[in-house]
């Protein structure tokens, strides 16, 4: 089984949509949780960032951490053409290396 | 403008060749890491620097090589050793030695081996 589980979708909406992106992990030690947007053929760039439990609010995107279900949710609200992209989470428990999920791929159609 | 610059964007080689990518970064940061991405499979790390001089194995470190001369820069060699080297592959620092914070990618280098 594999510490981070996320579902590759990939996941398809309407322009305006509210999106969920979803992970799961195994290791409730993790105590630092990210999400990173890749674009096609490009890097990973830190879109949220996220310590122990709880939401966090940025714009359009927020974070949520539940640490006691050990689940972690990225939501986007009026999602746009331009947030068609991978979308990974990364969560460590400090000073040791990230764990990365599969990433989901997302579109959004105008 | 700062940031991490990875070459070639892409690279064809043959069977049994070794090459070897480029990282280097502006950002004065201590630690620098090399991944390697695969449709469905996330980020697997290869091997990370956390100082000059200084390397460690990730969890795919066969048959790939690096060297950390300078801070600046962290090339990494695929060997002919890799059995299956054909993917994106991404380079990334962080601010301070500690690992688990916050990542700054390249572009990435796609190899292809034909």
């Known amino acids: 089984q594999k510490e981070v589980e996320q579902d590759p979708g990939p996941l398809s909406v309407p322009e305006g949509a509210i999106v969920s992106l979803n992970c799961t992990y195994s290791?409730?030690?993790?105590?630092?949780f990210m999400w990173y947007r890749q674009y096609s053929r490009k890097g990973p760039e830190l879109l949220m960032y996220?310590?122990?439990?709880g939401n966090k609010e940025d714009g359009r995107f927020t974070a949520q951490v539940d640490k006691s279900s050990k689940y972690i949710s990225l939501f986007i609200r009026d999602s746009q053409p331009s947030d068609s992209a991978t979308y990974l989470c990364?969560?460590?428990?400090?000073?040791?290396?990230?764990?990365f999920g599969q990433g989901t791929r997302l579109t959004i159609n105008p | 403008d700062g940031g991490i610059t990875q070459s070639p964007k892409y690279l064809f080689r043959k069977e049994g060749q070794n090459v070897t990518l480029s990282c280097e970064q502006n950002l004065n940061h201590d630690a620098m890491y090399w991944y390697r991405q695969d449709p469905g499979q996330g980020l697997r790390l290869i091997y990370y620097?956390?100082?000059?001089?200084?390397?460690q194995k990730g969890d795919i470190a066969e048959g790939y090589s690096v060297s950390r001369e300078k801070k600046e820069s962290f090339p990494l060699t695929v060997t002919s050793a890799q059995k299956n080297p054909t993917a994106f592959y991404l380079c990334?620092?962080?601010?301070?030695?500690?690992?688990?914070?916050?990542?700054?990618f390249g572009e990435g280098s796609r190899l292809t081996v034909l």
């Open positions: 996220t310590y122990s439990s």
């Open positions: 990364a969560m460590s428990k400090g000073a040791q290396k990230l764990v």
């Open positions: 620097s956390q100082i000059v001089n200084d390397f």
């Open positions: 290791n409730s030690a993790f105590q630092y």
């Open positions: 990334a620092s962080s601010i301070d030695r500690l690992l688990g914070g916050e990542l700054f």
